[in-house]
């Protein structure tokens, strides 16, 4: 932010990101250059020869960030976290603020200064998780499956709403809009004993009031949706985020369809889905109020909704297949920070109810000397409307207690929650299955969690403990992490943590693979649900010096309570119920570079996911569906004045599939059979994107971003899923290719008023 180029100064404003307090005497390094803010948290510097693009901050009680600088020709504002991060989340500078990185396990983004991402024209937060270390998606789409877990093992939270439904058109890209959002964060590991029901990681997608800043309008447009988010200052302590996105159109040419979502063939033919419609919007709004020098209040509100069909026409065969989701909800947080103690409660609704359906058709052509036109007949219908139903509730309140070299957190959480589902299947016109299920259950939890921090280790115990009481069950859940400092760059970490899930996605109504994003949430019982539980454990080191940062982390992690219904478990061709446990064990590393106008970082994941079933596969553990061996992610990033290039490289193995040995037919419908489970690996998965942006200035305030993205440079055919079917009409066992995104250029705008 250079005032101008008479003055000559680069400036800011420090502010406490909970209350917005001026901060003072922070220590600001820009460059080889260093200062102190002043009372009013005001800082200024006079450029030399090279405009570096990120301050560093430290505050007197030891919390550090670092924020890329704002490409605006007044003062801007910066934030920090005072409550959190001087405790001990120790935070590893990933040395452009892009991407941060605390010893315990935290990963946070910082979306303003990621406005160009390889690949894409818009930051979807889901996309640039992938990137990170332990995180990945075998399907290449939005959903994201954390060290070893699946999607709906995930805990989603956009200020404090939980999100049951997290993406758009088939898995294409997340379901709020990015621009709405200010900061991200997700826990890998050592997760806070705050955070309850879920067994993988920890996504949190917040807003945070920037009381100081002009009011500020956004208005965004790419290839398939636009974008408006206004962020007004309405009084000094009032201050209103709303954000609205919108698809162009419900409909799609075949250049766009096949070039934009995955592509899906037969083995012997061509299946390219057509009639492809796509209809999706999201809204959301988050009103703050600052009360006094303490209090603030926080006022959420969200609603996304999805609509996605389509068509799979061949000579022998038809498949139609349809998806209506919403997800609404809202709450509030009210909090009062103090110097000594930081209070705080709050309470969530999220509401989401989908309708599946799904038909598939096969025909008995005729024979070739048949002349009769009419003589195509159906051979084998099937129908299948599925819906869904989750009602959640949330209160909570706990309170924080800080001293110089402490912080003790106490607090309580009840939540109620509301599942339905409904499944009908027919074949060939009659009824063969038919399944409601309703569930309720109420949820108290308590926690606490005790942290110290000096000046070689750092330490955090925590428990949760809570009791399901439909389930008459309670569970206690210690958590741990650990960091010990060799000095000021290098230090080894450790953690521990257990977990447990009420609520999951399951595949027992789906009769084909193709039905992937199609799954039902259920509320876990004493009957056919078990009580999900995952541990963790592991340990690392870290090392950051010379504009350089190298962290490498080894963990195992065990399930139990899964089934054969848990998502993405197992071929849905098999409809039998079975449990199981899972073992994943894992090694992820990361390294990071920053030269002159660059970064270069590159993460590598090892992983070793195994599912052992009762009566499958001879009683032995196999490979998991979604078990990606190795991922190698690198990519370089160069920033030049009012430009920016990305280039990101994505090679990793196969993913596991089973090659059936044969089939039964049981009431006039074949199943498939296996002798050994996912002995077998797709090709290995290798592909490049490119993206570039240039800034215009349109006046003091007013500027443009023109953004271009290329999806898979070198056009390869890569298979992310392989699915075996059984055809009725020719008898016999074929399979369908499931390929990732076809070469794409991708173009947005972005205005800023």
Not at 258 to 277: A, H, K, V, W
Not at 666 to 674: A, Q, R
Request: hydrophobic share 35%; aromatic share 14%.
């Amino acid at each position: 932010p250079i005032v101008s180029n008479a003055e000559k100064i680069v400036c800011g404003s420090l502010y406490s990101q909970i209350n917005s307090d001026a901060v003072e005497d922070a220590l600001v390094i820009w460059g080889n250059q260093f200062t102190y803010t002043n009372t009013d948290g005001y800082f200024k510097f006079y450029p030399k020869q090279k405009l570096e693009k990120t301050f560093s901050f430290r505050t007197q009680d030891g919390a550090s960030k670092i924020e890329v600088i704002e490409p605006v020709s007044y003062c801007a504002n910066y934030f920090i976290d005072l409550s959190e991060i001087q405790l001990g989340e120790v935070i590893l500078n990933y040395t452009a603020a892009p991407i941060q990185k605390s010893l315990g396990g935290d990963f946070e983004i910082d979306l303003s200064s990621l406005q160009v991402t390889a690949g894409f024209v818009d930051p979807d937060v889901f996309f640039l998780l992938q990137r990170l270390p332990g995180v990945n998606s075998p399907s290449t789409d939005a959903n994201i499956y954390v060290r070893g877990g699946v999607p709906d093992q995930n805990l989603v939270l956009w200020n404090g709403n939980r999100l049951y439904h997290t993406t758009h058109a088939y898995g294409s890209l997340m379901a709020l809009n990015p621009y709405s959002i200010d900061q991200v964060r997700l826990i890998t590991k050592g997760a806070s004993s705050r955070y309850g029901d879920h067994t993988a990681g920890v996504l949190l997608l917040n807003n945070t009031p920037q009381w100081q800043d002009p009011t500020q309008i956004e208005l965004g447009t790419n290839s398939i949706d636009s974008d408006l988010t206004i962020d007004v200052g309405i009084t000094k302590s009032d201050r209103l985020e709303i954000s609205a996105r919108k698809s162009f159109n419900s409909s799609f040419s075949n250049t766009f369809r096949e070039t934009s979502f995955n592509r899906m063939l037969l083995s012997s033919q061509s299946g390219t889905p057509n009639n492809q419609q796509l209809h999706y919007e999201d809204f959301s709004a988050v009103y703050h109020k600052k009360w006094g020098e303490d209090w603030n209040l926080k006022l959420s509100s969200f609603r996304s909704h999805d609509f996605s069909s389509y068509q799979l026409f061949g000579s022998e065969i038809e498949l139609r297949d349809q998806v209506d989701s919403r997800n609404s909800g809202g709450g509030f947080q009210l909090s009062k920070v103090t110097k000594d103690q930081v209070f705080q409660m709050g309470a969530n609704g999220s509401f989401f109810n989908a309708l599946f359906e799904r038909s598939e058709i096969e025909y008995e052509l005729p024979e070739e000397e048949d002349d009769d036109d009419n003589g195509i007949e159906i051979d084998f219908k099937e129908l299948n409307q599925r819906k869904n139903e989750v009602e959640d509730w949330r209160a909570y309140a706990q309170k924080q207690f800080n001293t110089s070299t402490s912080l003790s957190l106490i607090g309580a959480e009840l939540q109620f929650r509301r599942v339905e589902f409904y499944n009908e299947n027919q074949i060939n016109d009659d009824v063969k299955t038919s399944k409601v299920n309703k569930a309720s259950q109420w949820v108290p939890s308590l926690f606490a969690e005790q942290r110290f921090n000096f000046d070689k280790f750092y330490l955090e115990i925590g428990a949760r403990s809570s009791y399901y009481h439909n389930l008459e069950r309670i569970r206690l859940e210690p958590r741990a992490k650990g960091v010990l400092r060799f000095n000021a760059t290098s230090s080894v970490h450790a953690h521990f943590e257990s977990k447990s899930q009420s609520i999951y996605k399951i595949t027992e109504t789906l009769s084909n693979t193709l039905d992937r994003y199609n799954n039902l949430w259920i509320s876990a019982d004493k009957d056919q649900y078990p009580l999900l539980i995952s541990n963790q454990t592991g340990v690392g080191y870290s090392l950051s010096k010379y504009k350089s940062t190298f962290e490498i982390d080894i963990y195992r992690k065990w399930y139990n309570g899964l089934t054969t219904f848990n998502y993405g478990y197992l071929d849905p061709n098999d409809q039998d119920f079975h449990e199981g446990t899972a073992l994943i064990k894992g090694i992820d590393v990361f390294y990071q570079k920053e030269f002159y106008q660059g970064l270069f970082w590159l993460s590598y994941s090892f992983q070793d996911n195994k599912n052992e079933f009762q009566d499958l596969n001879g009683d032995r553990a196999f490979p998991s569906n979604f078990e990606i061996a190795h991922t190698l992610n690198a990519a370089i990033r160069l920033d030049f004045e009012h430009y920016t290039l990305e280039v990101n490289n994505l090679w990793r193995s196969g993913i596991p599939y089973s090659m059936p040995s044969g089939s039964v037919e049981s009431n006039g419908v074949n199943y498939l059979t296996y002798n050994i489970l996912n002995q077998n690996n797709t090709p290995d998965f290798w592909r490049i994107d490119l993206s570039a942006g240039k800034d215009f200035s349109l006046g003091r305030k007013n500027r443009l971003s023109a953004k271009l993205a290329l999806v898979n440079l070198f056009q390869r055919d890569n298979i992310v899923e392989r699915i075996y079917r059984f055809n009725n009409q020719k008898n016999q066992i074929e399979f369908l290719d499931r390929y990732d995104l076809q070469p794409r250029i991708k173009l947005g705008l972005r205005f800023w008023f």
